[in-house]
């Protein structure tokens, strides 16, 4: 907003300066001005931390120094190449089913968010951290019914503290995979839906490479679909970690990106025919996807690509009381803390307020093109109501709280020095080559009070607990451990809000 004051008088030029800030204070009340946060900036920074999170050899255009080249071998064991793909929070894991979530929640913001995207000029860095992880998950689907769905034994990896690059590259890390035998529906629907929204974010510019990825979604989804289970139960040692709930969720969601991304009858079909539409959500996040299916599906509505009757309308009702909720207008409420951020749960909360966030700010694009309203049981929404409320979650974790930080990484003057991080909180291999062994960094460097060596920009942390306490600690992982799943919607909503 500007107030550009020509002023004849003194008189003049007070009245108009006081009507001016009068204006720019309605605007800031009203949600059309934040003050003070540079959502642009954040968006910048977000994508950054994908670069500190990459796994395998780096490119030339680096931009995250204080990172080297590390787990070359993945796959080696298996004799396939699983080098690449992203570590999935503050340790030197790749488990498959929230890379794929990630993946999944890149892509949609790359291609909904995409006009804001070219307008800050992130929109090819957003297609770079998308391809680094349809890269891996290219190379992780060796055939039809195999797919390789973690690198790395998670407890092993936990018992150590240490640089990825300091891993032993001369004794291969291990490789989990489903197959038809050991099936894993839940893992090869989320991945087919990460491949159908990621050839959507490719096709205009590389519409051979957003092929090949449809090729591979419709693979996938017919793998899960004829092999129904939950892949921790194949692939065992992912069960301490990111165990599943079921599949039906994930098999819907990658109809639904299948639907988007080719327009075929048969996934339309088979959103229309399933017996579970998931019903009225409690949160949105890497093991429940059935608010991002149900959002899709109201899309397609809004769209008038398909009728508000039957299957489709139910779809966008529990969307809209998910919304509903999370406005403070529903049923049962999501609840907030006393600073007003969204809390759903108390392991690293704000990956849920993420999803939520990215919801409102999708959902509010498609209430404006329709001109539409959600009717809540306490009131009405407009598409205003909805960004707003992202944006407040979002000025929250940027600063606007009870305790004036950041919970970003490297934005602004006051943010977390101490994430649960591996790589960020050891010395940089640039600076110091010499070969950390597994026990090694955790005296000095895990147990010091000190600030981490390397700063991890873009990295969003678990957040504060129900009632707006957080302590910057390293030993606390609940609070303090930043993962991909959580900046992933993030891109996204920063890109609808700046």
């Known amino acids: 907003m500007y107030c550009v004051i020509r002023p004849r008088s003194s008189q003049c030029f007070l009245t108009i300066k006081s009507m001016c800030i009068v204006l720019l204070l309605l605007s800031i009340a009203s949600g059309k001005v934040s003050a003070g946060l540079n959502y642009g900036e954040a968006l910048t920074k977000s994508l950054l931390y994908f670069e500190a999170q990459r796994s395998g050899k780096l490119p030339s255009d680096q931009r995250v120094q204080w990172r080297g080249d590390s787990a070359p071998g993945d796959g080696s064991d298996v004799h396939i190449d699983l080098s690449g793909g992203y570590y999935d929070a503050g340790d030197n894991m790749k488990f498959g089913f929230p890379l794929a979530f990630t993946t999944t929640m890149l892509a949609w913001g790359s291609v909904e968010m995409a006009s804001q995207l070219h307008a800050h000029n992130e929109h090819q860095n957003v297609l770079m951290a998308l391809k680094w992880a349809t890269d891996y998950l290219i190379k992780a689907h060796p055939e039809p019914n195999v797919l390789y769905g973690q690198v790395g034994d998670g407890k092993l990896d936990h018992a150590c503290w240490m640089r990825p690059e300091d891993m032993n590259t001369s004794h291969p890390r291990p490789s989990y995979r489903i197959d038809a035998q050991h099936p894993g529906a839940d893992l090869a629907g989320e991945t087919a839906a990460a491949m159908a929204a990621a050839s959507l974010a490719f096709?205009?510019?590389?519409?051979?490479?957003?092929?090949?990825?449809?090729?591979?979604?419709?693979?996938?989804?017919?793998?899960?679909?004829?092999?129904?289970?939950?892949?921790?139960?194949?692939?065992?040692?992912?069960?301490?970690?990111?165990?599943?709930?079921?599949?039906?969720?994930?098999?819907?969601?990658?109809?639904?990106?299948?639907?988007?991304?080719?327009?075929?009858?048969?996934?339309?079909?088979?959103?229309?025919?399933?017996?579970?539409?998931?019903?009225?959500?409690?949160?949105?996040?890497?093991?429940?996807?059935?608010?991002?299916?149900?959002?899709?599906?109201?899309?397609?509505v809004f769209e008038?690509?398909?009728?508000?009757?039957?299957?489709?309308?139910?779809?966008?009702?529990?969307?809209?009381?998910?919304i509903c909720n999370c406005a403070q207008k529903g049923y049962s409420n999501v609840k907030k803390t006393p600073g007003g951020l969204l809390w759903f749960l108390p392991w690293e909360n704000l990956q849920y307020t993420a999803t939520a966030s990215f919801v409102l700010s999708s959902y509010s694009k498609y209430l404006e093109a329709a001109q539409a309203s959600?009717?809540?049981?306490?009131?009405v929404l407009q598409a205003s109501d909805l960004l707003g409320l992202a944006r407040a979650q979002v000025d929250y974790i940027l600063g606007s709280n009870p305790?004036?930080?950041?919970?970003?990484?490297?934005?602004?003057?006051n943010y977390p020095n101490r994430p649960h991080h591996r790589g960020a909180s050891i010395v940089s291999i640039k600076k110091d080559p010499k070969l950390k062994a597994c026990n090694e960094g955790w005296y000095p460097w895990y147990k010091s009070s000190e600030p981490n060596p390397n700063v991890l920009v873009g990295a969003i942390v678990g957040g504060p607990d129900v009632n707006d306490v957080y302590q910057d600690e390293r030993s606390d992982y609940q609070h303090n451990e930043p993962?991909?799943?959580?900046v992933a919607p993030f891109v996204g909503v920063f890109a609808a809000l700046a």
């Open 483 to 486: 993962d991909t799943v959580t």
């Open 403 to 413: 305790k004036s930080m950041s919970y970003m990484v490297g934005f602004g003057t």
């Open 374 to 379: 959600v009717q809540c049981p306490n009131g």
């Open 304 to 322: 008038g690509k398909v009728k508000n009757e039957g299957k489709m309308a139910e779809y966008k009702t529990m969307a809209e009381q998910f």
């Open 203 to 300: 096709a205009p510019s590389d519409a051979a490479y957003a092929n090949t990825l449809i090729s591979h979604a419709r693979d996938l989804f017919e793998f899960g679909k004829n092999h129904p289970g939950v892949y921790h139960d194949s692939i065992t040692n992912a069960a301490g970690f990111y165990t599943s709930s079921g599949h039906e969720d994930e098999l819907l969601w990658a109809a639904a990106w299948l639907h988007r991304a080719t327009g075929d009858q048969m996934y339309l079909d088979y959103l229309t025919q399933a017996s579970n539409s998931g019903g009225v959500r409690y949160a949105f996040s890497w093991d429940d996807k059935f608010v991002g299916a149900q959002v899709l599906a109201a899309k397609l």
